[in-house]
């Protein structure tokens, strides 16, 4: 089975608009192979834009964040929230059909309240001068316990209520 087997690839995208819209992340599903497929791109801070933009930064942010989270939300059935090395906070949660591991829905890139985002760690994955990091990490948005707790529980609801889930 397939994500666009239980929402349309444009319903997929709807909730990756909402996610950034609304709750101010960069929102992204992915299928079971790890692989996003609705084509909607997204950042909700120059930061992550500036990571992305590197194949070096991706791989030794990005991608290690997203596959170790995403190892763990399959095999526990659970969301996970955790930093990504660049400190900020990502989130996954699983989407199973008939104890199919079918995707993720989740996002990333907001700071938690009190931490900062780790500029020495990105300027070293990226090669782009430290101060241009450290310029770029004051415009990282913070995201409250409250408002993670209440992420999560929009992601759980909206995967429960999936038809054929």
């Known amino acids: 089975m397939e994500m666009t087997d239980l929402l349309s690839k ?3 995208a709807d909730l990756e608009k909402n996610l950034h819209n609304n709750w101010g992340v960069n929102a992204c599903a992915y299928d079971a192979k790890g692989m996003t497929f609705t084509g909607f791109k997204n950042f909700i801070n120059p930061l992550c834009a500036e990571i992305k933009s590197h194949p070096e930064g991706i791989q030794a942010i990005c991608s290690v964040a997203h596959q170790h989270m995403a190892k763990q939300a399959r095999s526990t059935g659970k969301t996970i929230l955790e930093q990504c090395d660049a400190g900020m906070l990502k989130i996954c949660t699983p989407i199973f059909a ?13 700071v938690p309240e009190g931490e900062d985002v780790e500029s020495y ?3 070293k994955a990226i090669n782009v001068p430290l101060d241009k990091v450290q310029a770029l990490a004051t415009d990282v948005p913070t995201i409250s316990s409250q408002k993670v707790d209440d992420l999560k ?3 759980e609801d ?4 999936i038809p054929h889930i």
């Open 153 to 155: 529980i929009f992601l």
């Open 158 to 161: 909206f995967v429960r209520n």
């Open 121 to 123: 760690t990105v300027h």
């Open 98 to 110: 008939n104890d199919e591991f079918i995707g993720i829905i989740g996002g990333c890139g907001r």
């Open 10 to 12: 444009n319903q997929w």
